[in-house]
Structures are given as structure tokens and as C-alpha cells.
């Protein structure tokens, strides 16, 4: 595949990771939430990425210096910023976390969504 072809969704990923969050220190807050990510596309820099991920339940401190775009496709989450708003998300929903969120991501129940992120430099 060439970075100029079309992405489907619906084609095998470039590839799988699997993480269990707690394995970064201090970033969950409840629960023992596992991610998997299905990579589908990688700009040349590395600052672009998409894909399609899933969680388990769980909360965590939300992953800041980068752009996401997000559409649920199953599940139940919730977005909490740093002043305690809250905003909840199903299937069929989408938004956009700017670079610069500070908050929350808590997973009521596994949830799958397509994302797009923006990478930022520190």
C-alpha cells in the first residue's frame, strides 16, 4: 500500500498492538483497562496515525500533545475534563479532543471506536 491509496477501514490492519494500561505508571485511575489498536494508517513522520481501538472498562488520565478524532462504532465512555464536565459517548457518536484536554477518558463498557490522531511535539 502506498501513502497515497485510500484507506478502508474494512481491509486487515497494518498491524495489532496490545497493552495493558496499568503497565504505564500513573496513568490509570480505576480498574485494570486492556487496549488493543488496529493501526491503519501511518504518515511518513509518524505525526499522523488511524486506526480502530478498543478498551476494556476503566478510567485514566487522558493522553494530552495531540489532535483525535474519534467515532464510536459499540460501547459506552465518558470524557471528564480537569473541571469535572462531563460528556458521554455511544455508538454512532463522534467528536474531537483538541490538543491541549486535560482529563479523563472512564470506559463503562468495552468500547471500539475509529480514531484519528494529530501528533504534537513536547
Known amino acids: ?9 474494512a481491509d486487515a ?14 496513568r ?8 488493543e ?3 491503519r494508517f501511518e504518515s511518513p513522520d509518524g505525526a499522523l496515525i488511524a ?14 500533545q495531540r489532535d483525535e478524532f474519534c467515532y464510536i462504532l459499540s460501547g459506552h465512555c465518558k470524557l471528564i ?11 454512532g457518536d463522534a467528536f474531537l479532543i483538541p ?4 482529563g479523563y477518558w472512564e470506559i463503562i463498557e ?6 484519528v490522531i494529530r501528533q504534537h511535539d513536547e
Open 1 to 9: 500500500m502506498s501513502q497515497h491509496d485510500v484507506v478502508n477501514f
Open 13 to 26: 490492519p497494518l498491524k495489532t498492538s496490545e497493552r495493558r494500561l496499568a503497565d504505564l505508571p500513573d
Open 28 to 35: 490509570v485511575v480505576e480498574g485494570d483497562p486492556q487496549h
Open 37 to 39: 489498536t488496529k493501526l
Open 51 to 64: 486506526g480502530t481501538w478498543t478498551s476494556t472498562p476503566g478510567k485514566w488520565h487522558a493522553f494530552t
Open 81 to 91: 475534563d480537569e473541571d469535572g464536565k462531563v460528556q458521554t459517548f455511544h455508538a
Open 99 to 102: 490538543n491541549g484536554f486535560r
Open 110 to 115: 468495552t468500547t471500539v471506536k475509529h480514531f
